[in-house]
């Protein structure tokens, strides 16, 4: 029996295959962060909405979905991941779901299900969601609508802040997969030749609409089988890469198995002193590592001309140094009214220390210079010498 997919699971595979094994195979408990728990409180509260203005046959009721959502915000300490999202992050979300409702019309009779599912086997057959012996994937649509004039359409609620640009929407495979899933349904909703996927971003009020055909679809069969083949192999052999990433951030193997800890430090964010020790050391090796990096192209374009990547360059180029005498450049100044001041360069401490060291009470000097400084407090972040400070 092969381990069963989703669209989410695939993500999960693709960012992590360690993540992978220790969430979907271990079933190592995993908190999720925030974000994950803020966005599947908004999909929930829709999935609710849209049951109600179905059954009771209305487009919208911007006063009953305020209701509903402090009716499920009191009752999210019941649940057991929802109880996570703090009092704090109140006023955020209800801001974010008054805009969905007021922004928003459903038409009921066009509804065929919100929060649909459907389960494949092997044979992409349509099998029970939870027929755990035969089901190969599951895909879990937000929104399902069909009418006589449309293509069948697969809306997905988006609830990060970032809405994607029309070029990710068309390259996103999450819409090839709820088609895919679509295909194996009886009627026009299985069998037509053209489908509509938006994804629709709550919180920016952008959707992006993708259309798809049945070819893409039956395309991603393949691919979803091409995974399934690599994951059995992997599971076969026992070999689980860790690729930091994205899925750092909530990792629940960060603190204790994870063998690419360092990498995926800066993914995750510093969260406590040691953690920022190791990406102190992880910095001064990248920088080592830049400087090589840096030798190693400055030799190789000295003599073959600059190399291009990701639209930068590196390599030589005629650059030219002006310098000019003191007394010459005065008298320049002097002859088209530019101040003295103007042109002097500003000079460092250091370089003004250097010049009093050199003077006959080099100690008055300094004392001198530093009281007549005048002293701005910022703050610099650079790797230096330890001093025992
Ligand atoms: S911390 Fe990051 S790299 Fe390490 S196992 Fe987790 S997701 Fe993979």
């Excluded at 970032?162 to 069998?191: C, F, H, V, W």
Aim: net charge negative; charged share 30%; aromatic share 8%.
């Amino acid at each position: 029996m092969r381990t069963a997919l989703s669209h989410s699971r695939i993500e999960l595979l693709e960012d992590c295959p360690l993540k992978f094994k220790a969430i979907v195979l271990d079933k190592t408990p995993w908190k999720k962060g925030l974000p994950l728990y803020n966005g599947g409180f908004l999909h929930d509260l829709a999935e609710a909405y849209i049951n109600y203005l179905t059954e009771i046959g209305i487009q919208s009721d911007i006063k009953g979905g305020l209701e509903l959502f402090e009716e499920k915000w009191m009752a999210r300490h019941e649940d057991k991941e929802f109880k996570a999202i703090p009092e704090a992050e109140h006023d955020q979300l209800l801001e974010a779901w008054t805009s969905f409702i007021e922004d928003r019309v459903f038409e009921p009779d066009n509804i065929v299900g919100s929060e649909m599912e459907i389960a494949l086997d092997g044979k992409w057959e349509q099998v029970d969601w939870f027929d755990k012996e035969r089901a190969f994937f599951r895909a879990k649509m937000d929104l399902v609508t069909l009418t006589n004039q449309d293509p069948p359409t697969v809306t997905d609620f988006k609830s990060s802040y970032n809405a994607s640009s029309k070029d990710e929407a068309e390259r996103n495979p999450q819409g090839r997969r709820y088609i895919m899933a679509l295909l194996s349904t009886k009627g026009r909703l299985g069998s037509a030749d053209e489908y509509r996927v938006i994804y629709d971003f709550m919180r920016s009020n952008v959707q992006r609409e993708v259309i798809l055909t049945r070819g893409h679809g039956l395309e991603e069969r393949d691919r979803t089988f091409a995974i399934s083949e690599k994951l059995e192999k992997r599971i076969k052999k026992n070999e689980w890469d860790a690729t930091p990433g994205n899925g750092c951030h909530d990792c629940p193997l960060f603190e204790s198995a994870c063998p690419a800890k360092g990498l995926a430090a800066p993914e995750r964010g510093i969260q406590d002193p040691e953690t920022a020790k190791q990406m102190l050391a992880h910095l001064i090796m990248l920088n080592e590592q830049a400087k090589r990096i840096r030798g190693a192209l400055e030799g190789y374009t000295a003599t073959a001309g600059i190399v291009e990547s990701g639209g930068q360059v590196f390599g030589p180029r005629p650059m030219q140094d002006y310098a000019w005498d003191i007394l010459t450049l005065r008298e320049w100044a002097n002859r088209n009214g530019i101040s003295i001041e103007d042109i002097v360069r500003p000079r460092s401490r250091t370089e003004l220390e250097k010049l009093a060291r050199k003077t006959a009470d080099k100690k008055k000097a300094i004392d001198e210079l530093l009281g007549i400084a005048t002293i701005e407090n910022g703050t610099e972040y650079r790797i230096r010498k330890a001093t025992g400070e």
